[in-house]
């Protein structure tokens, strides 16, 4: 007990310790070139970047939504969570941070903070300052010698090769966050640092960055350049097939009034980390089960329980509501909620870690988090999930063929989140990653 304690602490601290470590405030903007000056020269990179979600971690609807309408008002009155007032931007807009632009004025300003991660930002950090990095401890140099993958470069301007622009650790200094509370609320390094892809060398840039014919710049091509698309969930091409989904019954003619029992094996075979990752607060992944008769009826079929602690978070319920925490942060009198699961089906399984606020709600606000360890039911690096459905077939059915469909979904918010914060219906609309269907032969 007195080692977790002492832990806790240590989060607290270095939590605290980091807003200040990535040296907020020191630099100018005109300390740091204009994304369209690189792309004068690397014109691909520059166009590959530019259509990348690390050119818009600032402008992107819900980042924008959740910084200027959560995160910032709750920094700005609650003392606990004050750090997130500069502490979100030093990822979501480094050269904001570094020049001391703290908060930000909005996207719509079109100020230099919607540059968001950009050339000047990857390509002038040095290290970090931990260990094991997380909360923005990228350490930065900006100038003219720039940090690059290569030891023989080149360019016109001076490069200088850095190893570590390479690792999986220069990703973790973004891309693995603990709460003021000390929680843990990305852990994507950590999740591929404890998984097989670790163990046999496969990097975030192996995925995210993969290599490949290109032209790194004006005249010069190479078979194995860096490409900076920087897929991820955001992207339906990425996120289509990358779990496999299996379906099987345990018979394929059945009497109506029976009971037909329904196996489904989800296996992650793609991602080098769990799924969902990241901002697992606000992901959604769920599979939902139907059955669709001769004549275009459906019957939604609920998981069979488990028994597992925490399992109420993983199955969709219509009737639980969440989010109560935005109540406060936007001082809505009487705020009882949002439903909790959207529009899921009731008894869709939900893959999920859920995170808890310091008065047991489950919320989005992923700095106000203060526990998340009741349960994780996300599915991890090469895992398989067995879920088993019972249905008992209807009498009134029609008779014939029916299809038993299983379609595993994916969605960046849940969409009574979206819908409340009037976002974009792109941010809450299923994504489908994987179906598979079998057929039975229904019987009177």
Known sequence: MLKKISFFIFLLISSFTLLFSAEMGKYKYSDFSKPKKCGMCHRQIYQEWKESMMAKSFTHSWDDVEYFKLALPHALKFSKVAGVKGGCIACHSPIAFLSGDIPPKSPNAKTRANEGVSCEVCHNITGTS??????????????????????????????????????????????????????????????????????????????????????????????????????????????????????????????????????????????????????????????????????????SIPVKKKGFKGEKYTIANSKVYAYQAMGKILNIKGFKGLKRDGDLPDGARIFRKPFLDPDGNMTICQWYTAKNTVVDYRIGPRETKVEEYVWKIPENIKSGVVKIEASLYYSLVPSSVGKFLKLPKSEYTPMLVNRSEVKVKVLK
Request: proline fraction near 6%.
């Open 130 to 299: 931990k260990k094991t990095p997380y909360n923005f401890s990228y350490t930065i140099k900006p100038g003219d010698v720039k940090q690059g993958p290569r030891k023989v470069s080149d360019a016109p301007h001076e490069v200088h090769y850095s190893p570590f622009l390479k690792t999986p650790e220069f990703c973790a200094t973004c891309h693995d966050e603990a709460s003021p509370y000390g929680a843990w609320v990305k852990s994507t390094y950590r999740e591929w640092k404890n998984g097989p892809y670790a163990k046999e060398g496969t990097t975030c840039q192996d995925c995210h960055m993969y290599k490949g014919p290109g032209m790194v710049a004006n005249g010069k091509f190479r078979k194995d350049m860096y490409h900076h698309v920087f897929h991820g969930a955001h992207f339906r091409n990425k996120l289509r097939g990358a779990v496999d989904v299996g379906l099987y019954v345990n018979r394929k003619k059945v009497y109506a009034g029976r009971t037909l029992k329904i196996r489904a094996e989800l296996f992650n075979g793609k991602v080098g980390h769990y799924i969902p990752s990241g901002s697992t607060e606000e992901r959604m992944l769920w599979l939902e089960v139907w059955a669709i008769d001769s004549s275009g009826h459906k019957f």
